[in-house]
């Protein structure tokens, strides 16, 4: 049976991440959701929960398109040695995430693990305020699978002090501050006119994950969607300046607005999720709109079966109806080819199309 959700607990997010990590047992382990908006500090609060109360467990990150492949495996269960403990750490959930997580992969993995997970704060809120059955999947996991715990974009004053002390600028929040995301916001806007080539690539790299694709970009992928979000000849050199400004670390920030992922050991590039927070309106900052030709676009540059169901399910919580039937279809399509988002993407969108009949 599915997990009651634990109500708001103590203040501090990093004691509850431990006593619930502490506390999870078979038969049916903890799913333990980390809420909060860009670079409120889930993360640190994920692995200082994890070191406190599990130190000696097996720790795996995944993405939920991976656990969904691994968890239809027949060998899926041998993958879990008797009386050892199992945690599964899976950052930055999409709403398709979610979907697929309540399609059948939780019920799979919480016999033999924890899984431990964060999500952005805006898609918590749009999925518990969408009505369809498209998402239904997703509530049933934000509503009876997770123990939330809300991470506040705030600091303590034991943060402040240390902060001072190590001489970080102290912004709204912890890791805000540690990357200097005010700066990075700002040197972003700034340049539209300064550095107009690299803002175009940070801008469309942006799209991606505002159209609801968190995944890392790799150099090719980044290419198709400059070229195709600017005027400029196509022009390989000029590409390779604006990804270098991209990813260059500018005064008063420790990371660029685009770096590598892994750690900087992956070919791939992720976009600093704060700037996609800023861009949506986030912490005081003005919104850009996201229109019909970004949607499209992104469309068009990822058509991978996975982008596609993550692009579908994010639409539809923008109210773009056409968007989302279109790329659910596409991602519905990869049936054939045993995609793990596509029965869910083939669900979504017979939900989607019997609510307009």
């Known amino acids: 049976m599915p997990q009651r959700p634990h109500p708001e607990g103590p203040a501090d997010p990093i004691d509850e991440v431990s006593r619930l990590l502490a506390s999870a047992a078979e038969p049916m382990n903890s799913m333990i959701l980390l809420d909060g908006p860009p670079l409120s500090g889930v993360s640190r609060a994920a692995y200082e929960g994890l070191q406190r109360a599990l130190p000696q467990a097996k720790f795996a990150q995944f993405t939920a398109l991976d656990l969904a492949r691994v968890a239809v495996q027949p060998n899926f269960t041998s993958r879990f040695s008797a009386g050892s403990r199992y945690v599964l750490w899976l950052d930055g959930l999409t709403p398709a995430d979610l979907v697929l997580l309540g399609s059948g992969v939780l019920d799979k993995t919480l016999p033999h693990a924890v899984v431990l997970a964060s999500v952005d704060t805006a898609w918590r809120g749009r999925l518990l305020a969408d009505t369809s059955p498209a998402t239904a999947p997703a509530r049933t996991v934000l509503l009876e699978y997770a123990h939330r ?7 303590t004053a034991r943060e402040r002090s240390y902060l001072r002390e190590k001489g970080y600028p102290v912004s709204k929040g912890l890791a805000e501050s540690l990357v200097g995301g005010e700066n990075l916001v700002r040197h972003y806007h700034q340049a539209a006119r300064s550095a107009p080539e690299g803002h175009l690539l940070v801008q469309a790299a942006i799209d991606v994950r505002r159209c609801g694709i968190h ?13 195709a979000r600017g005027s400029h000849e196509d022009s390989r050199l000029l590409f390779e300046r604006a990804l270098d400004w991209a990813g260059t670390v500018p005064d008063g920030a420790s990371t660029g607005l685009l770096s590598r992922a892994a750690g900087g050991a992956s070919p791939d590039w992720r976009v600093l999720a704060y700037a996609a927070g800023a861009d949506e309106g986030n912490h005081g900052h003005k919104p850009r709109p996201l229109g019909a030709r970004e949607w499209n676009e992104v469309s068009q540059q990822l058509p991978e079966p996975g982008d596609q169901f993550n692009l579908g399910i994010a639409a539809h919580l923008h109210g773009r109806s056409d968007t989302a039937t279109t790329v659910l279809a596409q991602a519905a399509r990869a049936a ?3 995609h793990p988002a596509a029965d869910a993407a083939a669900t979504a969108l017979h939900h989607l199309r019997a609510g307009t009949e």
Do not use: M
């Open 215 to 227: 995944r890392p970009l790799g150099e090719d992928e980044l290419y198709r969607l400059w070229c």
């Open 149 to 155: 715990i809300k991470v506040p974009f705030t600091l």
């Open 336 to 338: 054939g080819s045993g």
